[in-house]
């Protein structure tokens, strides 16, 4: 596996393509759950596991029954099936192994199957690593990589955010920008200043 590659696609996926500030993905549990640091860390944690589990059935999935069986067309709809059962999956297991844990993230599990991020991050996998139906050397553990730096991408986002909005409430804002408007001002300028990271070169 090429190292190069793999730290391009670690500084894109955190910096540059961020899911959130770049590609606009995911924003409802974004705005919904940054209101506070240690919520917005659960969520962050959940979508980086569910982001590589899903990378990985997905991969699997696509190379070994999709192709051979030369139904790729029926990629979204899979993937999206595919991710809706493992994190209800993940969910009953989590209930009867670890309540404790269960009351952590359980609540944000199922968040993260209407999160279109991991269906986002899938599909991204299969466009640049699989070239005329065929996986490019590496693409496994370089779609495996891109799944959890887009996921540690999109924790970062939502601790910045939330740090931001802890703040916020501390302030004296008009009534009017308060709650979800001025959450969406503060998205706006983040976005802003994580587009300087585009300037970047490889």
């Known amino acids: 596996m090429d190292l190069g590659r793999l730290i391009m696609i670690i500084i894109s ?40 589990a899903s990378s990985v059935i997905t991969w699997l999935l696509y190379n070994y029954v999709l192709i051979p069986f030369e139904i790729t067309y ?6 999206i099936l595919v991710i809706a059962a493992f994190v209800q999956f993940v969910e009953m297991v989590i209930r009867k192994v670890s309540v404790a844990l269960y009351r952590a993230l359980g609540i944000y599990l199922p968040l993260i199957t209407t999160n279109c991020a991991i269906l986002g991050v899938t599909l991204l996998n ?9 996986a490019v050397a590496g693409s496994f553990l370089l779609g495996l990589a891109q ?10 986002a939502l601790i910045l955010m939330s740090a ?9 804002i008009p009534e009017s920008m308060k709650g979800i408007p001025i959450a969406f001002v503060v998205a706006s300028l983040m976005s802003l ?6 300037g970047f070169r490889f």
């Open 74 to 79: 029926l990629r979204t709809i899979t993937f």
């Open 13 to 52: 996926m955190v910096f540059i393509n961020n899911f959130i500030l770049s590609k606009f993905l995911g924003m409802c549990p974004f705005i919904g759950v940054s209101r506070e640091t240690k919520p917005a860390i659960s969520m962050g944690i959940a979508v980086t596991f569910v982001m590589a």
């Open 147 to 156: 799944s959890v730096f887009a996921g540690l991408g999109f924790t970062l």
């Open 164 to 172: 931001i909005r802890e703040r916020l409430d501390l302030l004296d």
């Open 126 to 134: 299969t466009n640049e690593f699989f070239k005329d139906n065929h």
């Open 193 to 198: 200043a994580f587009m300087g990271f585009g």
